[in-house]
């Protein structure tokens, strides 16, 4: 099944626009953001790594602690983990919420990832955080940091949070 993302910011936003007349800017980014989940779900690694400026860092659902300098730019880690998976990824952005000036800005979301690992019979219902930084780059705005995360459980176990949903 295809999904559309949710692309509205909810109603306690701190945007910088109205729901109803979001700015040129604003539109821009929100672009950005769902061309990126397409890229997602057709596996296109080359589309993901394109929208990263140089020298932007990274801080994935997977390791390393953080991706800096060449491991950013690179599509073939992007194809090497989309190989891991029976199938395609569906990718869903919720709640996401646009701050934004004529060059700088940051959004953040509620984002849903689905996928059926290699050799498994079920796929996996992930929710996680997402933050991104963007920056204008010759006309053209770039993630320069994007950071995910997921909850862990404060009661000692410290086993990540992976049953929260919006």
């Known amino acids: 099944m295809t999904r559309t993302p949710t692309l509205t910011p909810t109603p306690t936003s701190t945007s910088t626009t109205t729901a109803t007349s979001p700015s040129a800017v604003e539109v821009e980014i929100r672009t950005l953001v769902a061309r990126r989940t397409a890229a997602l779900r057709a596996g296109d690694p080359d589309a993901l790594v394109g929208a990263f400026a140089p020298g932007a860092v990274t801080f994935t659902l997977a390791p390393p602690l953080r991706n800096v300098g060449s491991s950013v730019h690179d599509p073939d880690g992007l194809r090497r983990w989309f190989g891991t998976f029976d199938g395609p990824v569906d990718y869903e952005v919720r709640e996401l919420v646009v701050n934004a000036d004529a060059d700088l800005a940051f959004c953040h979301s509620l984002n849903r990832m689905s996928a059926t690992p290699r050799g498994a019979t079920e796929p996996f219902d992930l929710w996680f955080r997402s933050t991104l930084g963007l920056r204008r780059v010759d006309g ?20 990540a949070a992976l049953d929260l949903t919006p």
């Open 140 to 159: 053209t705005w770039r993630i320069v940091h994007q950071h995910d995360s997921t909850p862990f459980y404060m009661d000692g176990s410290f086993a």
